[in-house]
Nanobody, 123 residues
Framework: HVQLVESGGGMVQPGGSLRLSCAAS????????MGWFRQAPGKERDWVAI????????YYVDSVKGRFTISQGNAKNTVYLQMNNVKPEDTGMYYC?????????????????WGQGTQVTVS
């Protein structure tokens, strides 16, 4: 089991920046990718950005391309989401998640470990 703890959320004005962090601990061996997901009030949880643990691939939902960057720390047990030029529609609870298995799949259902989330409000 992998424990994930998010931090860095808060309130930011449109056009501003925010950096989210996710610290992973526990049995991280075998993790194939980690991702950030967002859940707005009254909506389903959707993926925002995903990175493979070897760092060779990143994936972004179209609405954040060119504005958000997902990256790993040197020890690869920390994942960041740099959010630039944020918009009101970026508001939501942001969750960090980890996926094991043979290869990374871009589906929330394939992520078996989740953090508690950190709130981001753009207003």
């Amino acid at each position: 089991h992998v424990q994930l703890v998010e931090s860095g959320g808060g309130m930011v004005q449109p056009g501003g920046s925010l950096r989210l962090s996710c610290a992973a601990s526990g049995n991280t061996y075998g993790t194939k990718c980690m991702g950030w997901f967002r859940q707005a009030p009254g909506k389903e949880r959707d993926w925002v950005a995903i990175i493979t643990t070897n760092g060779d691939r990143t994936y972004y939902v179209d609405s954040v391309k060119g504005r958000f960057t997902i990256s790993q720390g040197n020890a690869k047990n920390t994942v960041y989401l740099q959010m630039n030029n944020v918009k009101p529609e970026d508001t939501g609870m942001y969750y960090c998640a980890a996926q094991g298995g043979l290869y990374c799949q871009i589906r929330a259902s394939k992520f078996g470990n989740w953090g508690q989330g950190t709130q981001v409000t753009v207003s």
